[in-house]
Structures are given as structure tokens and as C-alpha cells.
């Protein structure tokens, strides 16, 4: 079961708002990371590699959750508590370089290079993790 993004928060997932991934650490602890999400239109998208601890933890632990406060509005944001689906390699590192751009207002072009040294790729598998959104939640302050 798919809960859709509202039309109305859209923006937060598809512009460049930083957001926070809540994953679960293997003894119960909550961790949390600051990620650049992306929508498919189904799926929340969140770029990174199996090697970092965000990673381990939706590989051991599918449930999570992506909050996204507007920066211009901090009564205005999108929690989605959801489940990983699954990951995939094709394609994640092209979708790194388009939100390098997107982050960066197109002054660095592509992730490993401008923001991590282009070794760097060798020493991890970048990936896509696929979240299902389970429950969204909108604003703090209604109008």
C-alpha cells in the first residue's frame, strides 16, 4: 500500500530541501542522517552507498522515515514514514550527479570529482533506495 505525496508538499521532495533520514542502528537506536531525497511519482528516492551506516541499517531494517522542513517556512513540512522496497545500483550514480547539480545550483557537476575525490567511487557501491511511503504527514500549523 502507496500513500501519495500531496501535490501541495511536492516541491519539498523535488526541489533541493535537505531532509533528514530516521533509520533504525542494529540495537534499536534510532540514527539519523541528513540526505538530498527525490520522487519517482511512487517512491522516495534517497541516493547512497551500502557502506555507510544508512545504508546498513535499511538493508537490516526496511522501516524509516524522510522528514522535509521548507526552508522558507518551518511551520511548512513532509514527513513520510515508510519502508524500503528495495535498491538498485543502475543509474545511482548518474542520479548523484543530477542532484549534485540540483543541491549545488549548478556549481559542481558531479559527485565524485566536486564533492567526494573521484577515488572514493572505488571504496563504495553507490546505490538507490527505493521507500515506499506508508503514512505522510504535512504542516504543523494549519491556515
Given at each position: 500500500?502507496?500513500?501519495k505525496?500531496?501535490?501541495?508538499?511536492?516541491?519539498?521532495l523535488l526541489?533541493?530541501v535537505n531532509?533528514?533520514l530516521t533509520?533504525i542502528m542494529?540495537d534499536?537506536?534510532p540514527?539519523m542522517?541528513?540526505?538530498w531525497a527525490?520522487?519517482?511519482?511512487?517512491?522516495?528516492?534517497?541516493?547512497?552507498?551500502?557502506?555507510r551506516?544508512?545504508?546498513k541499517?535499511m538493508?537490516?531494517?526496511?522501516?524509516?522515515?524522510?522528514l522535509?522542513?521548507?526552508?522558507k517556512n518551518?511551520?511548512r513540512?513532509?514527513?513520510?514514514r515508510?519502508?524500503v522496497?528495495?535498491?538498485?545500483?543502475?543509474?545511482a550514480i548518474?542520479?548523484?550527479?543530477k542532484?549534485?547539480?540540483?543541491?549545488s545550483?549548478n556549481?559542481q557537476?558531479?559527485?565524485?570529482?566536486?564533492?567526494?575525490?573521484v577515488?572514493q567511487?572505488?571504496?563504495?557501491?553507490?546505490v538507490?533506495?527505493?521507500?515506499i511511503p506508508?503514512?505522510?504527514t504535512?504542516?504543523?500549523?494549519f491556515s
Open positions: 500500500m502507496t500513500n505525496i500531496p501535490e501541495s508538499h511536492l516541491d519539498l526541489d533541493p531532509g533528514v533509520t542494529p534499536g537506536q540514527q542522517s541528513i540526505v527525490d520522487y519517482d511519482n511512487e517512491l522516495v528516492l534517497i541516493n547512497t552507498t551500502l557502506e551506516q544508512k545504508g541499517n538493508q537490516a531494517n526496511p522501516k524509516v522515515n524522510v522535509l522542513i521548507d526552508p518551518g511551520s513540512f513532509l514527513e513520510i515508510g519502508e522496497a528495495g535498491y538498485t545500483q543502475v543509474g548518474s542520479h548523484a550527479d542532484q549534485t547539480r540540483a543541491y545550483n556549481k557537476k558531479r559527485y565524485y570529482g566536486d564533492i567526494y575525490p577515488e567511487q572505488e571504496k563504495e557501491t553507490r538507490i533506495f527505493q521507500i506508508k503514512k505522510v504535512t504542516d504543523a500549523i
